[in-house]
């Protein structure tokens, strides 16, 4: 049955006063170079569940870009054209931005490849998106205004709380599609319908994931951590074997599980410490624990990690048990700096997925410590010349070694305990 309600008063209801004007506008243009113009997907389900979205994405039925060109000039806005996908860009002088695209079918020269691109009318453009929820338009012409275009049951769907694809083949031609599925079920708290989840575990099962350039895959996992629900994401895609098809040697255990849930615990104090970190780097430090080399080498490659990455997993995984001992007994900040010194974000981050509550405590004053602590009045150049010894590791030394000592007691007269390094070294040295 098709469906054609009328949602005008929920867009005069829910739209700020400028951005339903903008509708408005955009129909009337449309009319004026007699095109239908549609606004669709994420922003008509956000409308409908009443949740903001200004991600503004219009469909004509038409030469897409002749009609931006005519919005652009009409409105005042600086106008994109991407002439290959028949889109267009409208940047607005406050910084505001649609995009406008041309209605179209697309057809796949193989699986798991980009589309290629044909004009076409709204039905079929709709037809060819992830799921029914996203796959709504708004009638934007002026006799038309507010008229809901729903081909797929799609109200329905979303009234019910289900992620359904269009056809069968929907998984098979894009399957970065199964990982948005979880996502949009996990955002939503919805649920992928019964068949939608034969066909993506067949999909899956068929090795398409694996045909998908890592780059793309690698966008969709990092769209997923940017959501609220970014756990139970991960716990969706370890149960639906998702995540075995992106990280094959990756075994989601309760183990896992733990050490995922204390790091989000430490992500919400990590921003005190560290202006950016990279949540993708720090999740992958524990679904790659224990990967060997080779496997983490390649995995890397695929999702284009820097080799510094790999280095530092090594590394911290040789470390991490000590650490947390070291933590757990309350040691002193200068012994855990001797083996810890200033770890970098993720590393942090894979530190705190071995610690429990108390203990994120302690090592969150070890962190502050660290990157607050400055020497004041002692540089290498100083020890140079106070003491006549020449450059070298020498000076790193002495320069680490009264640091450590300020870590444990911020009060300490630096040229004071200087002194007793020197004097002792020289000790040493006779
Ligand atoms: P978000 O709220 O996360 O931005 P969105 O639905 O706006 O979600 P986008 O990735 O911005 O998601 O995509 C915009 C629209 O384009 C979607 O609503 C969907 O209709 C369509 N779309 C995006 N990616 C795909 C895809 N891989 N396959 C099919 N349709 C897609």
């Known amino acids: 049955v098709l469906n054609f309600e009328d949602v005008k008063d929920i867009l005069i209801r829910r739209l700020p006063r400028r951005l339903l004007n903008l509708l408005r506008l955009l129909g009337e243009y449309g009319d004026d170079v007699n095109m239908p113009v549609y606004v669709v997907g994420g922003f008509v389900r956000d409308l409908l569940l009443g949740i903001e979205n200004l991600d503004v994405d219009i469909v004509v039925e038409g030469d897409g870009l002749k009609f931006a060109e005519y919005a652009a000039k009409q409105i005042g806005a600086k106008m994109v054209p991407y002439e290959k996908f028949l889109t267009a860009s409208l940047f607005f002088k406050d910084g505001f931005r649609i995009d406008i695209a041309t209605a179209r079918t697309e057809y796949y020269e193989k699986p798991a490849k980009l589309p290629m691109v044909d004009i076409s009318t709204i039905k079929k453009d709709l037809y060819r998106r992830d799921f029914t929820i996203n796959a709504m338009a708004i009638k934007l012409n002026p006799l038309a205004f507010g008229i809901l275009f729903d081909f797929f049951q799609s109200r329905k769907d979303l009234k019910e709380g289900i992620i359904r694809v269009l056809h069968r083949l929907s998984f098979v031609e894009d399957p970065t599609r199964i990982i948005r599925a979880v996502r949009f079920e996990q955002r939503f708290g919805f649920h992928i319908e019964e068949t939608t989840q034969e066909i993506l575990t067949e999909t899956l099962e068929g090795g398409y994931l694996e045909k998908v350039t890592g780059s793309r895959i690698r966008q969709e996992i990092e769209k997923i951590l940017e959501e609220q629900s970014s756990l139970k994401a991960i716990r969706r895609l370890a149960e639906l074997n998702i995540l075995k098809h992106i990280f094959p040697k990756t075994y989601y255990t309760g183990v896992m599980d733990k050490k ?64 947390k001992e070291m933590i757990h007994d309350k040691m002193l900040f200068s012994d855990i700096y001797k083996v810890l010194g200033k770890p970098s974000p993720e590393t942090a981050c894979y530190i705190s997925a071995y610690l429990e509550c108390d203990d994120q405590e302690y090592f969150y004053e070890y962190l502050k410590k660290v990157y607050e602590t400055k020497l004041e009045k002692v540089s290498g150049e100083y020890v140079m010349k106070k003491y006549g010894i020449k450059a070298g590791p020498i000076i790193g030394k002495i320069m680490n070694e009264l640091f450590c000592k300020k870590l444990d007691d911020m009060k300490i007269d630096e040229i004071f305990e200087l002194e007793r390094i020197i004097k002792n070294l020289r000790g040493e040295d006779e």
């Open 260 to 323: 995922l849930v204390n790091m989000y615990n430490f992500f919400q104090k990590l921003g005190d410490i560290y202006k950016n970190y990279n949540k993708f780097y720090c999740v992958l430090r524990v679904l790659l624990e224990f990967y060997d080399e080779n496997s983490l080498k390649e995995v890397a490659r695929r999702y284009g990690i820097p080799k510094k990455f790999v280095e530092e997993t090594k590394f911290s995984e040789k470390i991490v048990i000590p650490v």
